[in-house]
């Protein structure tokens, strides 16, 4: 499995930022995001399905939009109106179990991460 992620940074409360994973060589049944703050647990923030179906954590629905560009094997994450709570190491994740299963269960496989970090 090879996860590449790019994207990260750091902006203000209300900012926005677009993360990218080229992703290759994983079976496919969730491929998604997921994030770690210094402390805290891992947690699945967002995956799209083989179906094309998008599932995502409660904390960011509304606000982050995962999609994906199969001719280029990539997966994006659009996050909107950030807030301090979403400051973390986001990583690219894959996992060979459904998304529900993986965003609750946790993933399988992940990149090296890219940071976000948003401030008040």
């Known amino acids: 499995v090879h996860l590449a992620e790019s994207g990260g940074g750091s902006v203000q409360s209300g900012g926005s930022l677009r993360l990218s994973c080229v992703a290759s060589g994983y079976t496919r049944g969730c491929v998604g995001w997921l994030r770690q703050a210094p402390g805290k647990l891992r947690e699945g923030v967002a995956g799209i399905g083989s179906d094309g179906g998008t599932h995502y954590d409660d904390s960011v629905k509304g606000r982050f939009t995962i999609s994906e560009d199969k001719a280029k094997n990539t997966v994006y994450l659009e996050m909107n109106n950030l807030k301090p709570e979403d400051t973390a190491m986001y990583h690219c994740?894959?996992?060979?179990?459904?998304?529900?299963?993986?965003?609750?269960?946790?993933?399988?496989?992940w990149g090296q991460g890219t940071q976000v970090t948003v401030s008040s």
């Open positions: 994740a894959t996992d060979e179990r459904i998304c529900p299963l993986a965003l609750v269960a946790g993933f399988g496989d």
